[in-house]
C-alpha cells in the first residue's frame, strides 16, 4: 500500500517482472526519488499512512492528490483512491488489504491467461475499480467463451465482457488524462 493511499499491488509498474519494477513507496529506490509523501509521512512525522498523521485532515497536499484522483489518472488508476482511504479508516488496514489480495490474485489470472502482451493497464484499472463479484463473473464467464483460443482472441472476449459490465456500470477502465 502506497502511503498516500494507492494500492501498489494493482499498479502495472508492480505487476512486472522486469528490472524497472517498483517494490513500492517504502522501498530504497523509492525513498531515493524523493515523493513528497515519503518525505513528509515517513522522513519527518514517522508515520507509515498519511490517513494516520494527525496533520492529516487539513494536509493541503494530500487533499488536493484525493481530489485528483477523482478527475484523473497518471501512470496509475486513482479513480478508487478516495474510497479505498475511507474504507482503511472504517475498516481498518488488514481488512483492506484481504480484499486486495483478492483483487491481485484475480488480475494475476487475468494477466496470465489473458494478456496479448498490451492489457496490463487496462486489467490493472479493471481490477482497481470494478467489484470483486463482477471481476470474479467477467473471468467465468471470458473462460467459458475463449475455451480454445489464442491469447489475443482470449483477450479480445475478456475485454468484451469487462467493458459492457463497465458501460453499464459507468465505470472508466482506461486511465484519464488531466485535460489540458
Request: a positive charge.
Amino acid at each position: 500500500m502506497g502511503i498516500c493511499g494507492l494500492s501498489c499491488q494493482l499498479c502495472p509498474m508492480y505487476q512486472t517482472n522486469a528490472d524497472s519494477r517498483c517494490e513500492g513507496c517504502k522501498s530504497i529506490s523509492r525513498i531515493t526519488l524523493g515523493c513528497p509523501f515519503i518525505t513528509c509521512a515517513v522522513m519527518k512525522k514517522e508515520v507509515e499512512f498519511c490517513w494516520e498523521c494527525k496533520e492529516s485532515p487539513h494536509c493541503e497536499k494530500w487533499r488536493k492528490h484525493r481530489e485528483a484522483g477523482v478527475e484523473y489518472d497518471s501512470f496509475k488508476c486513482y479513480q478508487k483512491l478516495e474510497d479505498d482511504i475511507i474504507f482503511i479508516q472504517k475498516n481498518g488496514f488488514e481488512e483492506h488489504k484481504r480484499l486486495q489480495n483478492i483483487r491481485e490474485d484475480m488480475l494475476k489470472d487475468m494477466l496470465d491467461n489473458f494478456n496479448e502482451g498490451r492489457s496490463k493497464s487496462y486489467y490493472c484499472v479493471a481490477a482497481t475499480v470494478m467489484h470483486i463479484e463482477e471481476i470474479q463473473e467477467a473471468l467465468i464467464q471470458a473462460k467459458e467463451a475463449s475455451k480454445g483460443f489464442d491469447m489475443k482472441s482470449k483477450s479480445k472476449v475478456l475485454h468484451a465482457i469487462l467493458d459492457e459490465m463497465a458501460q453499464k456500470k459507468g465505470y472508466h477502465l482506461k486511465l484519464r488524462k488531466k485535460n489540458g
